[in-house]
Nanobody, 124 residues
């Protein structure tokens, strides 16, 4: 059973940085997509960054150039480095995994596993 546990959320001022981390256990997919989604209050969940088993990366237009997704397959971790944070980046951030490595615009298309989420709050 796959378990995803996020950490690293918090509160920062606009222009600041945060690094999120997701620890994955029970992960046996040979080919996969892993990614970060976010959901702001009153809005739907959106993909912001994704990486597949070939280390191909993709970003949503709203975060491209500011966020960087990376993985350490030996440690079983997925990170999201976020820079130049803005109030509109405020959301609950979720780690996600899919056994199908299909990605579009920073989104894993066939997510089957979710973490519990970590809150990111950016003040102006």
């Amino acid at each position: 059973q796959v378990q995803l546990v996020e950490s690293g959320g918090g509160s920062v001022q606009a222009g600041g940085s945060l690094r999120l981390s997701c620890a994955a256990s029970g992960f046996t997919y040979g080919r996969y997509c892993m990614g970060w989604f976010r959901q702001a209050p009153g809005k739907g969940r959106e993909g912001v960054a994704a990486i597949d088993s070939a280390s191909y990366t993709s970003y949503a237009a709203s975060v491209k150039g500011r966020f960087t997704i990376s993985q350490d397959t030996a440690k079983g971790t997925l990170d999201l480095q976020m820079k130049s944070l803005q109030p509109e980046d405020t959301a609950m951030y979720y780690c996600a995994a899919a056994s199908i490595p299909a990605i579009r615009s920073g989104t894993c298309l066939h997510v089957s596993e979710w973490g519990q989420g970590t809150q990111v709050s950016v003040s102006s």
